[in-house]
Nanobody, 120 residues
């Protein structure tokens, strides 16, 4: 089984930068795609960015141009560089991975989340 552990969250002023990291352990060869989601109080969890094993990326419109997602060569670590942070970026950030169970089936796993608070 695959386990995900996030780190790098914290309190930062508007306009600042943070770098989140997600480290996967276990059967990392079964991972097809990894990404970051976030959830603010009273709101639904939303996609921030995801990246395929070949480096193809998708970003939410709200973070495009400010955030950058990357994956290492071993395909077990995904980072999210967040620049120009805004108060509306605040929330719990979750790492997620789509894990291949068979040639016709997959399931999603989630990390425990890391808190990001952008405030003066």
């Amino acid at each position: 089984q695959v386990r995900l552990v996030e780190s790098g969250g914290g309190l930062i002023q508007p306009g600042g930068s943070l770098r989140l990291s997600c480290v996967a352990s276990g059967n990392v060869l079964s991972i097809d795609i990894m990404g970051w989601y976030r959830q603010a109080p009273g709101k639904q969890r939303e996609l921030v960015a995801h990246i395929s094993l070949r480096g193809i990326t998708n970003y939410a419109d709200s973070v495009k141009g400010r955030f950058t997602i990357s994956i290492n060569n071993a395909k077990d670590t995904v980072d999210l560089q967040m620049n120009g942070l805004k108060p509306e970026d605040s929330g719990v950030y979750y790492c997620s991975a789509a894990v291949r169970r068979s040639s016709v089936d997959q399931y999603d796993i989630w990390g425990q989340g890391t808190q990001v608070t952008v405030s003066s």
